[in-house]
T-cell receptor, first 113, second 113 residues
Framework: DVKVTQSSRYLVKRTGEKVFLECVQDMDHENMFWYRQDPGLGLRLIYFSYDVKMKEKGDIPEGYSVSREKKERFSLILESASTNQTSMYLC????????????FGNGTRLTVT | GNSVTQMEGPVTLSEEAFLTINCTYTATGYPSLFWYVQYPGEGLQLLLKATKADDKGSNKGFEATYRKETTSFHLEKGSVQVSDSAVYFCALRFSGGYQKVTFGTGTKLQVIP
């Protein structure tokens, strides 16, 4: 079974802090994704990566950056956290095929105060 | 751009009732279609998928048929159980390009005994 592990289940940070969300997958997947999930808005893609050191902006990249130095790890960085970034963050990975499903981690609930 | 529209929730059903959750999509071309389920406190997991027109995906008693003519992929189950209570997401993905995934906003299902 594919396992996608997000480093924190709950996180509380202060406005202006730099925040790192870590995600690791164990199935050698080419593609990795970061989404945020908000009530009534569903899942919105922040960034995705189709290979090591490669990244593409998703639909809402403002205020975020990412890093993928190794194939199994994809990090989401909030350069200066703001209260409107309070959300559930979901990491996912998949094989590099359009028919391949995404495999999700259990999410990180981030609260910015 | 691509989009997925799901029926508004929440949907409340009695145990053993018939379930339909509507999903329609807008896309240029012929994507693969997916249903994901999110149980409380967890990430999303694949429920079923279909990769071409007239394909039927099925899993755990759930079914959905890829209808190209109506650009739809409605989720059905003949007899729901309390354990089916969750949020259901319809999604599409293309084979070309960077294989981004587009999700609907989700439909919450509550099954009461």
């Amino acid at each position: 079974d594919v396992k996608v592990t997000q480093s924190s289940r709950y996180l509380v940070k202060r406005t202006g802090e730099k925040v790192f969300l870590e995600c690791v997958q164990d199935m050698d997947h080419e593609n990795m994704f970061w989404y945020r999930q908000d009530p009534g808005l569903g899942l919105r893609l922040i960034y995705f990566s189709y290979d090591v050191k490669m990244k593409e902006k998703g639909d809402i990249p403002e205020g975020y950056s990412v890093s993928r130095e190794k194939k199994e790890r994809f990090s989401l960085i909030l350069e200066s956290a703001s209260t409107n970034q309070t959300s559930m963050y979901l990491c996912a990975s998949s094989l590099g095929q359009g028919t391949a499903p995404l495999h999700f981690g259990n999410g990180t609930r981030l609260t910015v105060t | 751009g691509n989009s997925v529209t799901q029926m508004e929730g929440p949907v409340t059903l009695s145990e053993e009732a018939f379930l339909t959750i509507n999903c329609t999509y807008t896309a240029t071309g012929y994507p693969s279609l997916f249903w994901y389920v999110q149980y409380p406190g967890e990430g999303l997991q694949l429920l079923l998928k279909a990769t071409k027109a007239d394909d039927k995906g099925s899993n755990k008693g759930f079914e959905a048929t890829y209808r190209k003519e109506t650009t739809s992929f409605h989720l059905e189950k003949g007899s729901v159980q309390v354990s089916d209570s969750a949020v259901y997401f319809c999604a599409l993905r293309f084979s070309g390009g960077y294989q981004k995934v587009t999700f609907g906003t989700g439909t919450k299902l509550q099954v009461i005994p």
